[in-house]
């Protein structure tokens, strides 16, 4: 069975800092990238930060650049999602998901953990 199951979510003071994961199993992981997305309330959801198990190429929404850094751990079938500097506007459930390439369809879905980042 393939699932995706993200943790690390929590309420923070913006500023602040958190560490989402994204544990993966039930697929051959390295031969998918891993995404993050979010929604927020009455938002369309958003693509956030990929990267590419191939050749380990990252991708960042303009939005999260130079705050959040996407990072792998092969060992451990996980990936994780650095968040710095976070902003009220950060608040969202966060979703990670797999394909096989980053700007492609998204084949696997997690079911989401929330960030909220209060002022």
């Known amino acids: 069975e393939v699932q995706l199951v993200e943790s690390g979510g929590g309420l923070v003071q913006a500023g602040g800092s958190l560490r989402l994961s994204c544990a993966a199993s039930?697929?051959?992981?390295?031969?998918?990238?891993i995404g993050w997305f979010r929604q927020a309330p009455g938002k369309e959801r958003e693509g956030v930060s990929c990267?590419?198990?191939?050749?380990?190429?990252?991708y960042y929404a303009d939005s999260v650049k130079g705050r959040f850094t996407i990072s792998s751990d092969n060992a451990k079938n996980t990936v994780y999602l650095q968040m710095n500097s976070l902003k009220p506007e950060d608040t969202a459930v966060y979703y990670c998901?797999?394909?096989?390439?980053?700007?492609?369809?998204?084949?696997?879905w997690g079911q989401g953990t929330q960030v909220t980042v209060s002022s």
């Open positions: 998901a797999a394909t096989r390439s980053c700007f492609n369809k998204y084949d696997y």
């Open positions: 990267v590419s198990r191939s050749d380990g190429s990252t």
């Open positions: 039930g697929f051959t992981f390295d031969d998918y990238a």
